[in-house]
């Protein structure tokens, strides 16, 4: 219980600074679960639970405060909630598992740090099939490694000038929640045939921890955080998790 408590104050601090750029901090629960030696089988759903209760929060905050473009979320969100579904039903080998997600997150930070500026705030058009085909392809990736896609999503956004910072960040938040959700589907049916579920239940003090640093974080990010830092912070925390998985799976 000690080290579940340990596990509970470090996902707290996640939830807080992944919630400031719309994140729930998918990715680095997982690094956490994985360096405490969980069983990798469980990661994604205990992940994506807690993915949801994050952005949930942060959805409303973001939606009251009008930063949520629901037209333009559509077709990204399209084919991502089957995909995330589909993916969530896969099972890989471990070092595959975290490899993937290292490998996919450095692209992710790569593609932020080297974005181009987007001249007076104006978003950008893209051609109508790159939402579909975009969405879809992160919401695979993102069911494969049980989280929630928006620290896949969000780095393209910037990349593409999308849009401002901060709607980029309400729409990373809204797109993680739907992809957890069909993510978490998927898991679940895996889980119930192999008789695993049970063990995600026993980690539900990480839920109140997330919830909790979630909706101080999302505050920070919408009312105290220059768009600059926003994307400083997104870029230096998928760097970050994404070294970490990788040095672990070269240990594997």
Same mark, same amino acid.
């Given at each position: %219980?000690?080290?579940?408590?340990?596990?509970?104050?470090?996902?707290?601090?996640? @939830?807080?600074?992944?919630? %400031?750029?719309?994140?729930?901090?998918? $990715?680095?629960?997982?690094?956490?679960?994985?360096?405490?030696?969980?069983?990798?089988?469980?990661?994604? @759903?205990?992940?994506?639970?807690?993915?949801?209760?994050?952005?949930?929060?942060?959805?409303?905050?973001?939606?009251? =405060?009008?930063?949520?473009?629901?037209?333009?979320?559509?077709?990204?969100?399209?084919? $991502?909630?089957?995909?995330?579904?589909?993916?969530? &039903?896969?099972?890989?080998?471990?070092?595959?598992?975290?490899?993937?997600?290292?490998?996919?997150?450095?692209? =992710? @930070?790569?593609?932020?740090?080297?974005?181009? +500026?987007?001249?007076?705030?104006?978003?950008?058009?893209? +051609?109508? #099939? =790159?939402?579909?085909?975009?969405?879809?392809?992160?919401?695979?990736? @993102?069911?494969?490694?049980?989280?929630?896609?928006?620290?896949?999503?969000?780095?393209?956004?910037?990349?593409?000038? #999308?849009? +401002?910072? &901060?709607? *980029?960040?309400?729409?990373?938040?809204?797109?993680?929640?739907?992809? =957890?959700?069909?993510?978490?589907?998927?898991? *679940?049916?895996?889980? /119930?045939?192999?008789?695993?579920?049970?063990?995600?239940? /026993?980690?539900?003090?990480?839920?109140?921890?997330?919830?909790?640093?979630?909706?101080?974080?999302?505050?920070?990010? &919408?009312? &105290?955080?220059?768009?600059? #830092?926003?994307?400083?912070?997104?870029?230096?925390?998928?760097?970050?998790? /994404?070294?970490?998985?990788? #040095?672990?799976? $070269?240990?594997?």
């Amino acid at each position: %219980m000690t080290a579940l408590a340990g596990l509970a104050a470090l996902f707290f601090l996640t @939830a807080l600074a992944y919630a %400031m750029v719309g994140f729930g901090g998918g $990715s680095t629960y997982t690094a956490l679960l994985v360096l405490a030696d969980t069983d990798y089988r469980i990661l994604p @759903a205990i992940s994506l639970a807690c993915n949801i209760t994050v952005v949930t929060g942060s959805v409303i905050q973001y939606g009251l =405060s009008g930063l949520i473009r629901w037209k333009r979320l559509l077709p990204l969100a399209a084919l $991502s909630v089957p995909m995330a579904w589909l993916g969530g &039903r896969m099972e890989i080998p471990e070092r595959l598992f975290i490899t993937l997600l290292g490998l996919a997150l450095l692209a =992710s @930070a790569a593609a932020l740090v080297f974005r181009r +500026p987007t001249p007076g705030g104006q978003p950008e058009h893209l +051609p109508v #099939w =790159s939402g579909p085909a975009l969405g879809g392809g992160i919401g695979f990736l @993102a069911g494969l490694v049980g989280i929630g896609g928006g620290i896949f999503l969000a780095p393209v956004l910037h990349f593409l000038r #999308w849009g +401002p910072a &901060r709607e *980029i960040a309400a729409a990373a938040s809204v797109f993680i929640l739907v992809n =957890s959700v069909a993510g978490l589907g998927g898991q *679940i049916q895996r889980l /119930s045939a192999s008789g695993d579920l049970g063990a995600v239940i /026993s980690y539900w003090p990480l839920l109140p921890a997330v919830l909790i640093g979630g909706q101080i974080g999302v505050w920070l990010g &919408r009312t &105290r955080t220059s768009e600059t #830092w926003l994307i400083r912070l997104t870029a230096l925390l998928v760097l970050f998790v /994404s070294v970490r998985l990788l #040095w672990r799976a $070269s240990g594997l």
